[in-house]
């Protein structure tokens, strides 16, 4: 596997274009591409990114940019036989040899996309989540990877033809990553019981809800899988927390100001936990993105606000409240035995109808992924089909 | 428990002032407490937190905001025999009783601290991170406390006495709360390995980092609880990441002004993973308050940025990693085996002398566990306290 540890880590970089000229003043190296295409790298981020200071087996960076003096100048560049990136060091004894495969790859004005956007929905533009048959998946990485892709794209999907028990559940969450254990446990039973801690194990209406607002980190993925349904009700319901939050930014700017703005006080209490967080509903990223939404009437503890304050944040809980409760944006489906419904908890609001226990049983099993994990089964998807493109060219 | 059940909540509120005088002009009560104290209170607030509208079993809330009408006013209010505040509500047919101990604990304008503030340390102000012995904070509450609590005022301290074994890590961490999984494991053993997967596991020198800047949530706590440590070299080295930022906040503004502002990229990959993470190294919280340092060295990959910021940035970061590397932020310690030490993550950078594993033996074990836990402990404590004093007033 020569190819690999001549880039410095452990992905793959398929040669789609070779360096047919290089230049340097000394702090910039300039270099064209076969295609046209230039490239201009900087002296400090190629010698940070040596791929030989590397430890051996871990191929983790070594190299301390502490130890960068200020005669560190690149002496020479060209592009050798094998058509690598040669550069010769000044200030420095050292020699640094970059693949092309990966300084395309790493080439800093060519855009470089693994995911796709979140795109929002309503009751309007989307009736259902997409489904993906179970089998199909981790049979076929191209449907693999848009079972992933989907829970980015539209923060939801149902997966079909799951085993429906607990191992059901353990096969599909473990495809995507490291399962995050909460105080209701690794798993998590979702069904009328007697003395429930908390109301998704009532028969109760459910209103819309992220779970847990009231922890510092708002788990990432839920997954609810469906072991039993055969009562009357508990019909299941997703919405768009980011559409509505469009919706409210959109209609009334100054309730969005509010909103993304003032903190709430989220709360789980029991009697041996006592979980709090205090941040606002709606989270905007540094530039006005929404990111983030945290919404649970029942995971409330009473507001900590200047006085003043109280009229206008109600006002605007409960227009928000409003919305997320309006048919408008709200999916409504039945999940069958079988089938495991993914969604993205800090954006995807679920919901449940009250349900009647004495008509039969409703029974999900459930646990919590971080978002990480799907992205790096997305990462590793598309390494693997890297590492594909250079067996087979290897092997021509 | 009569008590508990009339605050609608599992939380204890023991008496300590009572209510004398009561009025309200339909929209706000107004009520004077024997102590001279006065609290406002807003109708929709209160209405919010009516302790009858609440779930019997889970006490979380089932009031509706949505279901709010227009008409919704404070008919009248007037304190009970018993003490209570008795609100009779026009606009809908209810009536609330609440609680005097409830009341004055959740007053808006009177200051409740549960928490420390964290104190910024150095190697002048700080010589080693405190130490609890572990027979002491199981058996009592104060002393347990003020072990919680050090984690929030210093960020870290050592545990002693512990069981020098996997299971000894497991009653500290079981104390505090859930542990947090990641792709290194529920436990992960901290030795010199054959074919290690990151720096950790070698016996190379670590510079100071914060484990797992690679995820979208860096770990809050990290234990690590020493099982053998017979080295030559392999000193512990803790350093107050807050305190170094607050450094380059006065003497370096514009270099503060970058790494607060422009994203980093961390990443971690291994042959079946790849998480990646790109973010500043100091976050800031809305008010400009230090609220996260990410740093590590060897868990970055190649920097994404436009060229022009590439020097700047780099500058920012040798002199960020210059401090961090600097004797006079540093503590450095010997962990004996049966001491666990405890240490905020996003705040306190670790770090380890190189070691030569032929002189001996070096085991760490550690595990991480999220901030909410520890601060759901001190709350728990604090409401046991509260529990006692009604438990004690109610003998007498």
């Known amino acids: 596997m020569k190819e690999v540890i001549e880039t410095g880590d452990f992905d793959f970089y398929p040669i789609e274009n070779h360096i047919i000229d290089s230049s340097t003043d000394g702090k910039k190296v300039e270099i064209r591409w076969d295609d046209g295409h230039l490239s201009k790298f900087h002296f400090l981020w190629l010698r940070d990114n040596c791929p030989c200071c590397i430890h051996p087996d871990t191929r983790e960076p070594i190299f301390n940019v502490v130890s960068i003096t200020n005669d560190l100048l690149i002496s020479s560049v060209s592009v050798t036989q094998e058509g690598f990136l040669e550069i010769i060091w000044s200030g420095e004894s050292h020699t640094s040899y970059f693949h092309p495969g990966w300084l395309r790859a790493h080439c800093l004005d060519l855009s470089k996309k693994t995911f796709p956007d979140p795109l929002t929905w309503d009751a309007k533009t989307k009736k259902e989540p997409d489904r993906f048959n179970w089998n199909e998946i981790i049979s076929d990485p191209e449907i693999e990877r848009n079972w992933l892709c989907s829970l980015i794209e539209a923060g939801c999907c149902i997966t079909q033809n799951v085993e429906p028990s607990k191992n059901g559940l353990v096969q599909v969450a473990e495809r995507i990553g490291v399962i995050r ?22 028969a109760i209406e459910l209103p819309p809800h992220t779970d847990l607002p009231t922890r510092e980190y708002q788990p990432g993925l839920q997954l609810l899988h469906c072991i039993k349904n055969s009562v009357t009700g508990g019909e299941s319901i997703l919405l768009d927390g980011f559409r509505v ?141 890297r590492q594909k493109i250079i067996n087979s060219s290897s092997n021509e």
Chains 1, 2 share one sequence.
């Open 181 to 202: 254990e909460t105080n209701f446990g690794l798993f998590f039973d979702v069904e009328a019981k007697i003395g429930p801690d908390t109301a998704a194990y009532t």
């Open 245 to 385: 939050a469009e919706e409210i930014r959109l209609q009334e700017p100054e309730i969005f100001e509010l909103l993304t703005s003032v903190p709430w006080d989220f709360g789980n209490r029991s009697t041996i936990t006592d979980y709090r967080w205090k941040t606002p509903m709606i989270h905007l990223d540094k530039d006005g993105k929404i990111e983030e939404v945290r919404v649970g009437n029942f995971l409330r503890v009473p507001l900590q606000v200047d006085f003043d304050l109280i009229e206008p944040m109600y006002k605007a809980y409960q227009l928000f409240e409003t919305l997320n409760q309006d048919d408008r944006f709200k999916l409504r489906f039945r999940l069958e035995p079988g089938e495991c419904l993914i969604f993205d908890n800090r954006r995807v609001l679920h919901a449940r109808d009250s349900f009647d226990s004495s008509t039969g049983e409703r029974h999900l099993y459930g646990c919590y992924i971080e978002r990480d994990e799907l992205w790096s089964s997305i990462r590793m998807i598309e390494r693997r089909n």
